[in-house]
T-cell receptor
Framework: DAKTTQPNSMESNEEEPVHLPCNHSTISGTDYIHWYRQLPSQGPEYVIHGLTSNVNNRMASLAIAEDRKSSTLILHRATLRDAAVYYCILASYGKLTFGQGTILTVHP | GAVVSQHPSWVICKSGTSVKIECRSLDFQATTMFWYRQFPKQSLMLMATSNEGSKATYEQGVEKDKFLINHASLTLSTLTVTSAHPEDSSFYIC???????????FGPGTRLTVL
């Protein structure tokens, strides 16, 4: 399975933008880039996913490098409710392999 | 959005007993569901893929006779932990695959504690 590399932790202030990086240098042409987040003692929550083009939805934006070897999840205005573990995952045929993720701390 | 429920949300049982966990897709049909396990301060580990009407596919190292999976309908998959032991204590999470987006929606999880 293709792997991703994320920073262990990041911090942000409330109402500021947050850019969460992810490296996936061994990505294959059919791998989709997915982002999920998980709050303590809860199941993960889908955030966004994409293949080649940048994607936007009501939760976040996903910026994908032209060579697809890296991507960035952008939270435009962080809130306290965005504090969670964020997982960047390469999905192959619908199967997700979770790494350790990035723990995002949001300060009031 | 798609909603997935799990029941029970937590369970405590004695060593040697079997525990069944249900995973339901509430407002959509799911031909494929997944079962994960998560130990404290660790990431999710995929245990098996459950396809409606067929046998589950287990990941390497997961004992299929210990973790019985049944996906008898398009909205329900069950995981039975047979002869549970304290090392099976964990957070069990299911998800349902949603088409055509090909994303997964996760249940809230079931915390199993085996005494």
């Amino acid at each position: 399975d293709a792997k991703t590399t994320q920073p262990n932790s990041m911090e942000s202030n409330e109402e500021e933008p947050v850019h969460l990086p992810c490296n996936h240098s061994t990505i294959s042409g059919t791998d989709y880039i997915h982002w999920y987040r998980q709050l303590p003692s809860q199941g993960p929550e889908y955030v966004i996913h994409g293949l080649t083009s940048n994607v936007n939805n009501r939760m976040a934006s996903l910026a994908i490098a032209e060579d697809r070897k890296s991507s960035t999840l952008i939270l435009h205005r962080a809130t306290l409710r965005d504090a969670a573990v964020y997982y960047c995952i390469l999905a192959s045929y619908g199967k997700l392999t979770f790494g350790q993720g990035t723990i995002l701390t949001v300060h009031p | 959005g798609a909603v997935v429920s799990q029941h029970p949300s937590w369970v405590i049982c004695k060593s040697g007993t079997s525990v069944k966990i249900e995973c339901r897709s509430l407002d959509f049909q799911a031909t494929t569901m997944f079962w994960y396990r998560q130990f404290p301060k660790q990431s999710l580990m995929l245990m098996a893929t459950s396809n409606e009407g067929s046998k589950a596919t287990y990941e390497q190292g997961v004992e299929k006779d210990k973790f019985l999976i049944n996906h008898a309908s398009l909205t329900l998959s069950t995981l039975t932990v047979t002869s549970a032991h304290p090392e099976d204590s964990s957070f069990y999470i299911c998800s349902a695959r949603v088409f055509p987006q090909d994303t997964q929606y996760f249940g809230p999880g079931t915390r199993l504690t085996v005494l």
